[in-house]
């Protein structure tokens, strides 16, 4: 087995796991790069279905590329489609800087779609690679009745043994990507064929390299526009991924505070 | 792939090599993880720069624990939490670098971080020598079976550079890890701030021709394949999907074949693999130790979850009675009687811990005998289940005999690493019971009721002997196959050889629970009249009779029980007369959540049979009313 396939396996693994064990189940399809390899690995897991919700919790701000790619590929993988929407902007916590405040509207959400589907179970597609404090994230991370991450008291989780909830109005955020990294994201969607929404390939000299809301995410430099040259680029690039993120980088902390109360 | 790819990505295409970073607070790991990304050039553009004005806002110099200390409290405390893992690339091989934290307090995160490394830099500041946590991580690379350690003596600039001083800290970390049967791959003496020995050769220490911490990286063994072992596929779940069914798993070692036949879990059934099914995949006849499969099977059986699927040449070890190593990590000790679920794998097994048969005291690390397993301790218990459980002994660098212990709020409290079924105790039969044609439902329907054991605890004095007897009059009248088994009347007969010291008390237990698990078999309703005082004792009575036991508590307050005293006892042993009384001088335990609770202090013995006959009837009850007697 090779990097990719023993990636696969285990993403497989965590899949069946969240399946068997957390009842109602619910896979966060955000329409990016990596929540499409993630309905591509539940295709695999369960023999060319995804046998759960897939659910957009829509700010109204994504690319119209993005809904386009929604409604084409919802049919096409034959989805159960379950669709969020946000509250307002002004309903946020004022205290958090400008774009993390946007971004909290998609905590706002997620909370919602929870609370209404009685969901036991989320996946998401989150990546230990992407930011310093995803890298701290279980496989298995439990969210008590608030949804807030108690980073100081994660339990212990070794040997593929997963928490699994055991109070009222707890759920388990599922990660089955947590040990990819951008590139093998990305040479696994290669490999497979998975189809991606075109702004990842660069056009006039920039290209977006993660996806957000339209007001908050900026695109980079770049003249890779097809799949190889993006993983050429991802070899030798010095940069983070989230660098067109302005969530990230408004304060030290502002990052770990969304996630603290809920964001992916 | 395709051919047109560079040497160097081919290359990196093998899996990731984990290694995890351990040892105490402050003996240098996060630095040593900054100086290791730095110095390898695998740092991305402006993450020094960040680091910089971290360090900078609170004061510091240059602070390279905040590369992985992420988290706000972890650098305002200067202290790391949470484990970190970061990918890390050396001549062209994959590492993941598994930051640990060194706090106690934080112990089951560095065993989440380091549960599955192929290897452990072992880092000890090199002028304070080995401190408690040092030992505790040591040990817990034993258990969890990392067999690849490096260790790095860290800050030898404040040992100047001296060779004797540095050997001699050598000399007592090579004694702690031979004690725990871990056997140094490579001491290296470094200082991580400085980068001596860490990426390049320090010229501070010329007398030092082992190799740097990366040539040192560089030299771990990249994972054994498990595919030539003997087949283990534990049953992860079962599907239906347009009108097949696939058993789906993952194959921890071995392979499986289209056309092999396998067994399946303790039925012992065969069945042939009659596909290996997949989607988007090219169709495979065969899979390997690591995959993710579905397969169907010919005949169409159906196993269920946990079931191990093995061929018939090379099954694993069967056994109820199981020894086993114990990290254990909950923040209260463990004592004997305990109840929890074994998970192993996919499986999931209810056991007892029937004996602690050793504690590791961490000051020494020697083994002594214990009452109980101190908080985030660590030991070697046995467990034993009311069935049948298989399994393989712990095998570092394998999947095998992987136990982890639950709890009822399916908490993970504890890893168990399976060393083998527990040895026969001298003198102990080997015996082979023989099962009974006649099944339960066999029996229940000629009887109309389920059988079931109610075990009535308390106090001497507390009514058990009454309300049993009247309870059992009451269920005769209404068409129940009730018997009594009573404390007096099991020691007149069948335990007239016991005394009352507690070895005695427990084997008196033991035999009641016995004849009562023969007397449910046969579909009677059986209530245990016996003071059984001890927690311990009435969970080996719960081990012997399984999850159809229910436990009464008849609870009256001794003051009460004293004035009864119909047997005289009480004053016999106020006297003197008689010793190891309970509720005198022996203790009496109370059940912690009874099936049932009846307070006969004040309630009638008309009220409280009533309570009890009806509470048995609706146990045992089948659908429907009971059948009359006529």
């Known amino acids: 087995m090779d990097h990719l396939d023993q990636l696969e396996a285990q993403s497989v693994f965590i ?250 | 792939m395709t051919n047109t790819l560079s040497p160097s990505v081919a290359q990196s295409q093998e899996p990731a090599t984990p290694i995890v970073i351990v040892g105490h607070v402050d003996h240098g790991k996060s630095t040593l993880i900054g100086r290791l990304l730095h110095d390898t050039d695998n740092l991305q553009d402006g993450k020094v720069a960040q680091i910089i004005a971290s360090s900078k806002k609170r004061g510091l110099k240059v602070e390279w624990s905040f590369l992985l200390d992420s988290l706000q409290i972890e650098r305002d405390q200067g202290v790391t939490v949470d484990s970190t893992r970061i990918p ?51 040990m817990l690379l034993h258990l969890i079976g990392i067999r690849h350690v490096i260790v790095l003596l860290n800050k030898v600039d404040l040992l100047d550079f001296d060779q004797a001083k540095i050997e001699a800290a050598e000399k007592s970390v090579s004694e702690l890890l031979t004690k725990l049967d871990l056997e140094a791959a490579l001491f290296i003496p470094a200082s991580a701030r400085d980068g001596d020995n860490i990426a390049s050769r320090s010229d501070r220490m010329p007398w030092y021709s082992g190799p740097t911490l990366t040539e040192a990286l560089a030299q771990v063994p990249s994972p054994a394949s498990r595919a030539e072992l003997p087949l283990r596929l534990p049953v992860q779940d079962v599907y239906r999907f347009d009108d097949k069914r696939y058993v789906a798993g993952r194959i921890e070692r071995g392979r499986v074949r289209v056309g092999d036949t396998v067994i399946i879990g303790t039925q012992k ?64 000790p463990l004592r004997v009687g305990e109840s929890f679920h074994l998970r192993l794998a996919t499986a999931e097994h209810a056991v007892t811990v029937t004996s602690i048969d050793s504690v590791v005291n961490l000051d020494d690390l020697q083994k002594y005998a214990g009452e109980e397993v101190p908080a985030e301790g660590f030991a070697e218990i046995t467990l034993s289940a009311s069935e049948t459980i298989l399994f393989d002994p712990f095998v570092p660098g394998t999947a095998d005999g992987r136990g982890v212990l639950v709890d009822r709020q399916q908490r993970i409290v504890g890893g168990a690493p399976l060393l083998g079924p527990a040895a026969i105790a001298d003198g102990e039969k080997v015996i082979h019971p023989t099962g009974s044609t006649v099944t339960t439902q066999d029996r229940t329907r000629a009887k109309g009721h389920r059988g079931g054991v109610f075990w ?149 013995v008309e009220s409280e049979t009533k309570t009890l006959a009806s509470f048995i009837k609706d146990t045992v009850r089948l659908s429907g009313a009971l059948k009359a007697r006529s």
Not at chain 1, 98 to 110: F, V
Not at chain 2, 124 to 134: F, I, N, P, S, Y
Not at chain 2, 557 to 574: F, S, W
């Open chain 1, 15 to 264: 899949l069946r796991e969240a399946y068997r064990k957390l009842k109602p189940l619910a896979m966060l399809w955000s329409l990016g790069k990596d929540s499409n390899v993630m309905v591509w690995l539940a295709k695999k897991a369960f023999l060319g279905r995804v046998p759960f919700p897939v659910m957009h919790v829509d700010t109204g701000k994504k690319f119209p590329e993005m809904y386009k790619f929604r409604d084409e590929y919802a049919k096409k993988w034959d989805l159960d489609l379950l669709l969020g929407t946000c509250p307002p902007v002004e309903e946020m916590d004022p205290s958090l800087p400008p774009a993390a405040r946007s971004a909290a509207r998609k905590t706002a959400g997620l909370a919602a779609m929870i609370e209404k589907h009685k969901l036991q179970g989320v996946i998401a597609g989150i990546r230990r690679d992407e930011q310093g404090t995803r890298a701290k994230e279980r496989v298995f991370s439990p969210r008590g009745a608030s949804h807030k991450w108690d980073i100081r008291n994660q339990p212990p989780e070794f040997w593929d043994q997963y928490a699994t909830p055991h109070e009222e109005g707890m759920h388990i955020r599922v990660h089955p990507l947590l040990s990819w990294r951008e590139i093998d994201i990305w040479r696994y969607i290669e490999r497979e064929g998975i189809p991606l929404v075109d702004l990842y390939f660069a056009k006039n000299g920039k290209r977006y390299r993660s996806l957000g809301d339209q007001d908050i995410t900026n695109p980079v430099e770049s003249n890779a526009s097809t799949l190889a040259e993006v993983i050429a680029e991802l070899e030798t690039t010095r940069t983070s991924e989230r660098s067109g993120r302005a969530m990230d980088h408004e304060s030290e902390d502002a990052f770990e505070r969304l996630r603290v109360a809920g964001y992916l």
């Open chain 2, 88 to 138: 890390f690339l050396l001549n062209k091989r994959e590492f993941v670098i598994v930051d640990a934290p060194g706090h106690r307090q934080f112990l089951r995160n560095m065993i989440t971080g380091a549960a599955d490394a192929e290897a452990a830099v072992l880092v000890v500041d090199a002028a304070e020598g080995a401190r408690e946590q040092t030992r505790r991580h040591a």
């Open chain 2, 269 to 332: 059934t065969p069945a042939k693999i009659s596909s290996i099914a997949s989607w988007h995949t090219a169709p495979q006849i065969s899979a390997a130790a690591g995959q993710s499969v579905a397969v169907t099977l010919e005949p169409d059986v159906i196993p269920d979850r946990g079931d191990l699927l093995h061929k018939s040449e090379t099954p694993p070890v069967a056994a109820s009675r199981i020894r086993t190593r114990l990290f254990w990590l909950r923040q209260e």
């Open chain 2, 456 to 604: 009535l605890t308390g106090l001497s004095g507390s009514g058990k002997s009454t309300l049993a007897r009247a309870t059992e009059a009451a269920l005769f009248a209404d068409g129940v196959d009730v018997t009594v088994l009573d404390g007096d009347t099991l020691r007149a007969g069948l335990c007239k050889d016991l005394g009352f010291s507690e070895a005695d008390r427990t084997e008196n237990v033991r035999r009641a629970a016995e004849v009562a698990r023969i007397l449910r078999d046969a579909g009677q309703v059986v209530l245990v009249a016996l003071i059984s005082p001890l927690l311990s004792d009435r969970a080996l009575a719960r081990q012997i009779l399984g999850e159809e036991f229910a436990e009464i508590f008849v609870d009256a307050d001794l003051a009460t029980c004293e004035q009864r005293d119909p047997k005289g006892l009480y004053a016999a042993a106020r006297s003197g007369k008689i010793s190891g009384f309970t509720g005198i001088d022996a203790p009496y335990e109370a059940p912690v959540s009874p099936a049932l609770h009846l307070k006969t202090s004040a309630g009638s």
